[in-house]
């Protein structure tokens, strides 16, 4: 199979583009050609079979790249598979139990007809950009909850749910 899969994410310190990456890797190694991109600087996805879209979360608002990215690219998106993920929570909470989308990605998600959403634990550590981000480090509640066997069981996913479209065909 050689579906070509858009990874585009938003991301303000690079925590959110590094699960990005990750996915795409993994739909790579599924056999899937995959690349990992930064939402703002994406403007056509007609060459894309697939897109995932992940967006870091900050005070409960997805990533403006990646809000922008899905209404700039709506009409094309809702016309090809689409999977969202966020990335933020400051604690283990995103790996104990599924959090659910915040109310504009849900509104996404039934708009697009996306497959589905996951969230995953953030990363926040010295060198963050913005004030409040400095802040949360500054108070000890920063630190790196992503959670990369989980990230890649969910890629892994996706690239089943690609693979056995395709062979539906």
């Not at 900050?58 to 403006?64: D, E, L, N, S, V």
């Not at 504009?104 to 953030?122: K, N, P, S």
């Amino acid at each position: 199979m050689t579906a070509n899969i858009l990874v585009a994410y938003g991301t303000k310190n690079g925590s959110t583009a590094r699960i990005a990456e990750s996915v795409a890797d993994v739909l790579g190694k599924e056999g899937l050609t995959a690349e990992a991109l930064p939402a703002a600087g994406v403007r056509d996805v007609t060459a894309y079979d697939a897109v995932v879209v992940g967006g870091a979360l900050y005070a409960g608002r997805w990533h403006r790249d990646a809000r922008r990215f899905l209404q700039r690219n709506r009409r094309a998106l809702a016309e090809r598979p689409l999977w969202l993920f966020s990335s933020g929570p400051l604690d283990a909470s995103a790996s104990e139990r599924d959090i659910p989308p915040v109310p504009a990605v849900r509104r996404a998600m039934a708009r697009l007809d996306a497959r589905e959403h996951i969230t995953f634990g953030g990363c926040l550590e010295e060198g963050a950009k913005g004030r409040l981000a400095r802040m949360i480090i500054r108070n000890g509640k920063g630190g790196d909850f992503r959670d990369f066997a989980r990230i890649e069981e969910w890629a892994a996913h996706v690239a089943g749910e690609l693979t056995a479209r395709h062979e539906q065909r």
